[in-house]
């Protein structure tokens, strides 16, 4: 069933991407590190790549309704903040949302997220208003897969989500909603997968030393990535990852993260959203040796 149209309180385009800015703890409104701040070096794990026939990718319809339930945890997150001192007030919006999810998007929902959904308004806390906030990178991985955004001009770095998602305010079915899109080929999805995956691996190692750079060249090499001057990752300005501070890596570290783990899914690695899994093989770096080529 569709919900009918929120009318009294209707809140800008923002309220989808401004739960991320709010959290900062300290009213700076600086963008939170939300769940991934942790910078450490890892060493290389050698374990078993699922073929693609493993694979089995949701369809539009999911997609769809997925991104409806990324929406609306992120707008849950902007209203925590929001409205912490007039709850009342707060509730005209997080009321029928709640239902949205519980009712409409229930199939896609996981329990977890169900569960966050049905508690009243001003009793999350922090951390979860943070980890949900987050939830907005994940989704423009799922718009540009359904070509509402046409290029992900940035890596690492926030984006503005498509002002198609201006309809959610408005609580629609996802099998009515947007009938004519469709899905991009496995390969350009697959692609940006290993795109985030090899930036992922790279922003969690603590230092360029010559193992790093011998990846990074490689996957240069075959497109995924750009290199700065000295060798290692470039950032979409340009800059040398291993020129930034911890802050800032931390920062980045969690968008890729969260866009990495919607690469996973859209692609079928893991069906349920909260058991994805952001893990860096980077399998295709690899010689038949297990070394960097």
Same mark, same amino acid.
């Given at each position: 069933?569709?919900?009918?149209? !929120?009318?009294?309180?209707?809140?800008?385009?923002? +309220?989808?991407?401004?739960?991320?800015?709010? +959290?900062?703890?300290?009213?700076?409104?600086?963008?939170?590190?939300?769940?991934?701040?942790?910078?450490?070096?890892?060493?290389?794990?050698?374990?078993?790549?699922?073929?693609? &026939?493993?694979?089995?990718?949701?369809? #539009? %319809?999911? $997609?769809?309704?997925?991104?409806?339930?990324?929406?609306? *945890?992120?707008?849950?997150?902007?209203?925590?903040?929001?409205?912490?001192?007039?709850?009342?007030?707060?509730?005209? #919006?997080?009321?029928?949302?709640?239902?949205? !999810?519980?009712?409409?998007?229930? %199939?896609?929902?996981?329990?977890?997220?169900?569960?966050?959904?049905?508690?009243?308004?001003?009793?999350?806390?922090?951390?979860?208003?943070?980890?949900?906030?987050? &939830?907005?990178?994940?989704?423009?991985?799922?718009?540009?897969?359904?070509?509402?955004?046409?290029?992900?001009?940035?890596?690492?770095?926030?984006?503005?989500?498509?002002?198609?998602?201006?309809? +959610?305010?408005?609580?629609? *079915?996802?099998?009515?909603?947007?009938?004519?899109?469709?899905?991009?080929?496995?390969?350009?999805?697959?692609?940006?997968?290993?795109?985030?995956?090899?930036?992922?691996?790279?922003?969690?190692?603590?230092?360029?030393?010559?193992?790093?750079?011998?990846?990074?060249?490689?996957?240069?090499?075959?497109?995924? $990535?750009?290199?700065?001057?000295?060798?290692?990752?470039?950032?979409?300005?340009?800059?040398?990852?291993?020129?930034?501070?911890?802050?800032?890596?931390?920062? $980045?570290?969690? $968008? !890729?993260?969260?866009?990495?783990?919607?690469? *996973?899914?859209?692609?079928?690695?893991?069906? *349920?959203?909260?058991?994805?899994?952001?893990?860096?093989?980077?399998?295709?770096?690899?010689?038949?040796?297990?070394?960097?080529?």
């Amino acid at each position: 069933m569709a919900l009918g149209p !929120v009318t009294v309180l209707k809140v800008p385009h923002s +309220f989808f991407a401004m739960g991320r800015t709010a +959290f900062d703890g300290n009213g700076s409104g600086k963008l939170a590190d939300a769940r991934h701040l942790t910078v450490t070096s890892i060493q290389k794990t050698v374990k078993s790549i699922p073929s693609r &026939d493993e694979f089995s990718p949701p369809s #539009i %319809a999911q $997609i769809k309704m997925r991104l409806m339930v990324l929406w609306a *945890n992120s707008g849950r997150a902007f209203l925590e903040l929001e409205f912490a001192d007039d709850v009342e007030m707060g509730e005209e #919006i997080a009321g029928p949302l709640r239902e949205w !999810v519980s009712t409409v998007l229930r %199939a896609e929902a996981t329990e977890a997220e169900l569960a966050r959904h049905q508690l009243p308004l001003g009793s999350w806390d922090e951390q979860t208003g943070r980890n949900d906030s987050w &939830d907005r990178e994940g989704s423009l991985v799922l718009q540009w897969g359904l070509g509402l955004i046409p290029v992900l001009t940035t890596w690492d770095t926030e984006m503005e989500a498509s002002e198609a998602l201006e309809d +959610f305010f408005d609580f629609p *079915n996802p099998q009515s909603w947007r009938p004519d899109l469709k899905l991009r080929a496995f390969d350009e999805l697959d692609a940006l997968g290993m795109r985030y995956e090899t930036c992922l691996w790279r922003s969690r190692r603590s230092e360029a030393d010559i193992y790093t750079l011998k990846l990074m060249s490689r996957a240069h090499s075959i497109g995924t $990535i750009s290199l700065a001057s000295d060798g290692d990752l470039a950032l979409s300005d340009g800059r040398s990852f291993a020129s930034i501070d911890e802050q800032e890596a931390g920062h $980045i570290v969690s $968008i !890729v993260q969260e866009r990495l783990e919607a690469c *996973n899914w859209i692609c079928g690695h893991e069906p *349920n959203w909260d058991l994805l899994s952001p893990d860096t093989v980077v399998s295709w770096l690899w010689d038949e040796t297990g070394e960097a080529g």
